[in-house]
């Protein structure tokens, strides 16, 4: 902040506020002592509203003390109110608001109560809502939906015109299972749903219902004459009738000069009920029965495979357009949102696939194009083929459908999307041809992985609520990495888990506006805040596929799997040959966590209770409390004494700054240390789950150049503060320090930089010891690139230090010769990397991902030979001569348009309407717009922008409904506008210093 502060030192407290950390507050005060000391020292804002504190110190003082019988007395500890731990994370206002809220939800509750009671006694003081069994559901407000009826069977018919008018008949009948009896039913229907019409029993013979919407749940309220009674004998019939485009996306290709039409479902998260009339909450799960019926040439596809299809025509035999009518047989159970069907002229490549277990029928793996994509659908899949069996044998578990398809949909809406049995995807997600680069091909590799790994975590078991999102995207974003392994060794899939997964899930989760892995089902009443009031509108679903389910999930999967395989040595376990849950624990929790949630619906506190005796740890749900339901992460602090001893302690990391521990929240961390004497991929291991060790975990780590790395191989979800001395011995032995730990120091150091625990030159000196690191080197390179381009765009000196990367950095990496030697002789050596040479003979995949990077990057910043290079080969973009690999890095180069944020930003504020249109409607048009606009924001260092941005965001508030987007913007160009005060004038001294620039 840039607002006066004033400092009132040494404020003496006469009692020490256990329990109530001062250090609590993330913003205005600051206390030098930890909880447990007698007096603290304040720093006092005044600028600070006392009511944004979260201490209330008369308030705390009147806790304690009270008057009684003429004299003053003090409350002994054990009398004093111990509220839960996730009080604290209120701020008094937010307290005070939430005391009002329970208090006005207790009068709420006993005022039904004694309305309950005047009617069980005969009373009936509000007839029709109180005192009849199934009056509440006739009533109901609730955006989840009732508990006493749910679905058991869907028998569902479409008919589809695949042609103009593009419509949709459907007919459908949900077989229930009813344990409350009851006269009305709640499930879901969106408005679009033209419903003809509903009847309780099978067919239209049934009593015929009423119908009441209630449109801002999307929810409908169906009455009946007669009450529906506990078993399993009642059935809805439904009617209805809607354009294809409601419920179904329709998409249209064409091929020469004819336009094919296609259509898809994509209902995660909560879009079947746009299609049908459904329960469509994940636990709710049931058997889908389907028939489709389209036009004749085309083909059908759903779950399972079609077990009949009849021909006919539509006006009688012989007359009007022919039509099929596609019969598929009884789904497992499962959600609504994994219901597919796609509709269209598609041509396939097939493997089969033995089947895991003796004498089980082999399955049919098909990938899906339109039919001019056929010749790209063979990598694919082998990938596919090779996945499936190597899931097969890591989880334990067979596949659960006869067969698997894959298809690529023309603007399909997600990247993919994991219908069971019937995965879609995005075309550049799954199509390759001859000359896609190796990243192209490590994408599809991925997202294949990915998608099928939510065949077991997702389909098969389900997470309960979508508060608990991580259990199905957390685990597919770390599975993905093993089945990619599995299937294309030759890929080095795990070589980038560190660079993709780790950076973006810790600077999401070291913000305020965070949240835990699981986020609690809301505390009824409306709740207070964002926090409190659980997963329930559709939008705020939406926003949760973020990287804090996806990829802080797969982190923390990933560190505790490293921790029970501790004595394997870190590399083996994520080398090709590393599934084998006969000697792996963790894969043998995931099997036992499978069979557990299998056809079911399961939460993050039953995976860890199903994990702790296969991984023997007994206490593993406690272990995981705080990864699980806590935000943030912690700050581990590597100390040395003055006996050469290393002790840890721990903190709470925090963009906008760190919080001491507090005892009660602090997390259990396995540490993994690696000093100058351990071998590479063995370090020493130790866990801690206080605020600090209880014994040193390294004896003798005193003589100078022995440096000690924590969090070796970077497999633990935190970040690593180290003592002065200790920071100078890493950055010295950087050169040579292991690819991943070298990206991990400068990942933390930046970020304690932004967090202000950090001077800038330790993340800058570390960046200068890149220049000399191997062309293998991806991982450091891929860690430093995006602050490079951030310090580009926020500091003072912008041109110097553009100079610097182009003429010293990147000009030293790419001039030195092949046996990783500084090149010093004056004439300029040929550039290691160029546009035009292809991967040297014997590359590896680092130096391929490395080679495009950096060539981008030297582009971006200047650096004359490879900016004139670029100019040179664009008009051959086209040309098989440039290396698919450098293709998009060539044309970067060359059009390199200086972007300027304020220029952008403004644009963005008039075009926000047809960018929004250009994004694709509904939530997930509104979830890409939402990010596009935070991270165009995020590109500004001044408050001052605040407003303007503010005022951007409302005005879209039609698309972009969810605030999340706004108070991160908010949040990251706070940090900036900080990190220009703390670090720009340092960084611009020091770049001047360390420029040399010559061409
Ligand atoms: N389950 C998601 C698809 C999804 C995402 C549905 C968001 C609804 C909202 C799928 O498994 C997924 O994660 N897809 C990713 C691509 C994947 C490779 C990370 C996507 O669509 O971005
Ligand atoms: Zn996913």
């Given at each position: 902040y840039t607002a006066p502060r004033f400092t009132l030192d040494e404020v003496e407290l006469d009692a020490e506020p256990s329990g109530l950390s001062p250090s609590q507050d993330r913003r205005g005060l600051t206390t030098g002592t930890g909880p447990s000391s007698d007096a603290a020292v304040f720093n006092l804002d005044l600028d600070y509203s006392d009511d944004d504190a979260l201490l209330d110190w008369e308030q705390y003082a009147g806790l304690r003390r009270f008057r009684c019988c003429g004299r003053e007395w003090t409350l002994p500890s054990w009398a004093r109110p111990r509220p839960p731990d996730w009080w604290w994370t209120y701020t008094k206002r937010q307290r005070r608001l939430l005391l009002s809220g329970a208090a006005c939800c207790l009068?709420?509750?006993?005022?039904?109560?004694?309305?309950?009671?005047?009617?069980?006694?005969?009373?009936?003081?509000?007839?029709?809502?109180?005192?009849?069994?199934?009056?509440?559901?006739?009533?109901?407000?609730?955006?989840?939906?009732?508990?006493?009826?749910?679905?058991?069977?869907?028998?569902?018919?479409?008919?589809?015109?695949?042609?103009?008018?593009?419509?949709?008949?459907?007919?459908?009948?949900?077989?229930?299972?009813?344990?409350?009896?009851?006269?009305?039913?709640?499930?879901?229907?969106?408005?679009?749903?033209?419903?003809?019409?509903?009847?309780?029993?099978?067919?239209?013979?049934?009593?015929?219902?009423?119908?009441?919407?209630?449109?801002?749940?999307?929810?409908?309220?169906?009455?009946?004459?007669?009450?529906?009674?506990?078993?399993?004998?009642?059935?809805l019939h439904f009617r209805f009738a809607y354009n294809?485009?409601?419920?179904?996306?329709?998409?249209?290709?064409?091929?020469?000069?004819?336009?094919?039409?296609?259509?898809?479902?994509?209902?995660?998260?909560?879009?079947?009920?746009?299609?049908?009339?459904?329960?469509?909450?994940?636990?709710?799960?049931?058997?889908?029965?389907?028939?489709?019926?389209?036009?004749?040439?085309?083909?059908?596809?759903?779950?399972?495979?079609?077990?009949?299809?009849?021909?006919?025509?539509?006006?009688?035999?012989?007359?009007?357009?022919?039509?099929?009518?596609?019969?598929?047989p009884p789904t497992p159970p499962m959600s609504t949102y994994l219901l597919a069907i796609v509709i269209g002229e598609l041509a396939g490549t097939s493997r089969l696939v033995p089947g895991a277990t003796a004498g089980a029928d082999p399955r049919n793996v098909t990938v899906w194009g339109t039919p001019d994509r056929r010749a790209s659908l063979e990598f694919a899949a082998d990938i596919a083929s090779k996945v499936l069996p190597a899931y097969e044998a890591a989880f334990g578990v067979p596949y659960s459908m006869p067969k698997l398809d894959l298809v690529a949909i023309p603007d399909f809406s997600a990247g993919a999307m994991e219908n069971w049995g019937l995965i879609l995807y995005r075309e550049t997600a799954l199509l390759t041809s001859p000359t896609s680069s190796l990243a192209d091909r490590r994408w599809v590799a991925k997202v294949v992985a990915h998608e099928m790994a939510h065949m077991w975590f997702g389909d098969l078991?389900?997470?309960?609520?979508?508060?608990?999102?991580?259990?199905?995207?957390?685990?597919?974003?770390?599975?993905?990495?093993?089945?990619?392994?599995?299937?294309?060794?030759?890929?080095?899939?795990?070589?980038?888990?560190?660079?993709?997964?780790?950076?973006?899930?810790?600077?999401?989760?070291?913000?305020?506006?965070?949240?835990?892995?699981?986020?609690?089902?809301?505390?009824?009443?409306?709740?207070?805040s964002r926090r409190m009031t659980g997963v329930n509108t559709s939008e705020r679903i939406e926003s949760l596929f973020d990287s804090i389910e996806y990829n802080k999930g797969a982190a923390v999967l990933r560190m505790l799997r490293a921790w029970v395989n501790r004595g394997a040595g870190l590399g083996a376990l994520e080398a090709a040959a590393g599934i084998n849950p006969a000697q792996d624990p963790f894969l043998a929790g995931l099997q036992a966590y499978l069979n557990l949630g299998a056809y079911n619906a399961t939460t993050g506190?039953?995976?860890?209770?199903?994990?702790?005796?296969?991984?023997?740890?007994?206490?593993?749900?406690?272990?995981?409390?705080?990864?699980?339901?806590?935000?943030?992460?912690?700050?581990?602090?590597?100390?040395?004494?003055?006996?050469?001893?290393?002790?840890?302690?721990?903190?709470?990391?925090?963009?906008?700054?760190?919080?001491p521990c507090d005892s009660t929240a602090a997390f259990w961390l396995p540490v993994a240390l690696a000093t100058a004497d351990t071998p590479t991929g063995k370090p020493t291991w130790t866990e801690f789950s206080?605020?600090?060790?209880?014994?040193?975990?390294?004896?003798?780590?005193?003589?100078?150049?022995?440096?000690?790395?924590?969090?070796?191989?970077?497999?633990?979800?935190?970040?690593?503060?180290?003592?002065?001395?200790?920071?100078?011995?890493?950055?010295?032995?950087?050169?040579?320090?292991?690819?991943?730990?070298?990206?991990?120091?400068?990942?933390?150091?930046?970020?304690?930089?932004?967090?202000?625990?950090?001077?800038?030159?330790?993340?800058?000196?570390?960046?200068?010891?890149?220049?000399?690191?191997?062309?293998?080197?991806?991982?450091?390179?891929?860690?430093?690139?995006?602050?490079?381009?951030?310090?580009?765009?926020?500091?003072?000196?912008?041109?110097?230090?553009?100079?610097?990367?182009?003429?010293?950095?990147?000009?030293?990496?790419?001039?030195?010769?092949?046996?990783?030697?500084?090149?010093?002789?004056?004439?300029?050596?040929?550039?290691?990397?160029?546009?035009?040479?292809?991967?040297?003979?014997?590359?590896?995949?680092?130096?391929?991902?490395?080679?495009?990077?950096?060539?981008?990057a030297a582009g971006r910043y200047g650096h004359l030979a490879i900016t004139a290079q670029a100019l040179e080969l664009v008009p051959n973009l086209t040309a098989s001569s440039v290396d698919p690999d450098a293709r998009s890095a060539l044309l970067a180069t060359a059009v390199r348009a200086g972007h300027r944020d304020v220029l952008v930003w403004a644009w963005l504020g008039r075009k926000w309407r047809p960018v929004s249109e250009k994004l694709g409607g509904g939530n997930e048009g509104a979830r890409r717009m939402g990010s596009l606009l935070e991270s165009v924001a995020s590109l500004f260092s001044n408050q001052t922008a605040i407003p303007e941005v503010e005022a951007v965001f409302a005005a879209s508030r039609g698309v972009v409904t969810e605030g999340i987007y706004l108070e991160r913007a908010r949040e990251t160009i706070e940090t900036n506008a900080v990190w220009v005060t703390a670090h720009g004038s340092k960084l611009c001294t020091w770049a001047a210093q360390h420029a040399k620039l010559k061409p």
């Open positions: 009068t709420f509750i006993l005022l039904i109560a004694a309305l309950a009671a005047a009617a069980a006694s005969g009373h009936s003081i509000l007839p029709g809502l109180i005192g009849r069994g199934d009056a509440e559901y006739c009533a109901w407000v609730e955006p989840r939906l009732p508990p006493g009826i749910v679905p058991r069977r869907y028998a569902l018919t479409l008919g589809t015109k695949m042609a103009a008018p593009y419509a949709v008949e459907g007919s459908l009948t949900i077989d229930l299972n009813v344990t409350k009896a009851a006269r009305c039913v709640v499930l879901h229907a969106a408005s679009g749903l033209g419903i003809q019409g509903v009847w309780l029993g099978n067919g239209t013979g049934g009593a015929q219902g009423e119908l009441r919407d209630r449109p801002g749940h999307q929810q409908l309220v169906l009455q009946f004459p007669s009450t529906l009674q506990p078993g399993e004998g009642n059935s294809l485009s409601e419920g179904l996306s329709g998409s249209s290709y064409t091929l020469g000069a004819e336009t094919h039409s296609l259509a898809t479902t994509q209902f995660e998260a909560t879009s079947a009920r746009s299609a049908f009339p459904c329960f469509d909450e994940p636990a709710l799960k049931a058997v889908f029965v389907l028939t489709v019926e389209a036009p004749a040439t085309y083909t059908v596809l759903s779950n399972m495979p079609a077990s009949a299809v009849h021909h006919h025509h539509e006006e009688g035999e012989g007359h009007g357009p022919a039509l099929a009518s596609w019969h598929f078991v389900t997470m309960e609520w979508w508060g608990e999102l991580w259990l199905n995207e957390g685990f597919a974003s770390y599975l993905e990495f093993l089945g990619a392994q599995a299937a294309s060794p030759e890929l080095d899939i795990f070589l980038s888990f560190y660079t993709d997964v780790l950076p973006d899930a810790l600077e999401e989760d070291s913000l305020n506006s965070s949240h835990p892995l699981s986020i609690p089902q809301g505390m009824g009443c409306g709740g207070f506190s039953e995976l860890w209770r199903a994990l702790a005796g296969p991984l023997g740890l007994p206490d593993l749900p406690k272990r995981m409390r705080a990864w699980t339901y806590q935000q943030g992460y912690p700050l581990v602090r590597v100390s040395l004494d003055e006996g050469g001893r290393v002790w840890l302690q721990q903190s709470r990391f925090g963009i906008a700054g760190v919080t206080g605020c600090q060790s209880a014994a040193p975990v390294l004896q003798n780590a005193a003589s100078a150049g022995t440096w000690v790395k924590a969090n070796a191989g970077q497999y633990g979800f935190f970040r690593v503060q180290y003592d002065e001395a200790l920071w100078a011995r890493l950055v010295a032995a950087a050169p040579t320090l292991p690819p991943t730990d070298l990206a991990g120091l400068l990942e933390d150091s930046w970020a304690l930089a932004e967090a202000g625990e950090l001077g800038i030159d330790t993340f800058l000196n570390l960046v200068g010891s890149l220049a000399a690191r191997s062309p293998e080197d991806y991982e450091p390179w891929a860690a430093a690139l995006p602050y490079l381009e951030r310090v580009a765009q926020l500091a003072p000196c912008s041109t110097l230090w553009q100079n610097y990367l182009a003429q010293t950095l990147f000009n030293t990496f790419l001039r030195q010769d092949a046996g990783g030697q500084a090149n010093t002789s004056t004439a300029p050596p040929p550039l290691a990397f160029s546009f035009d040479a292809p991967s040297p003979e014997g590359a590896g995949v680092g130096q391929r991902l490395l080679r495009p990077a950096i060539l981008a």
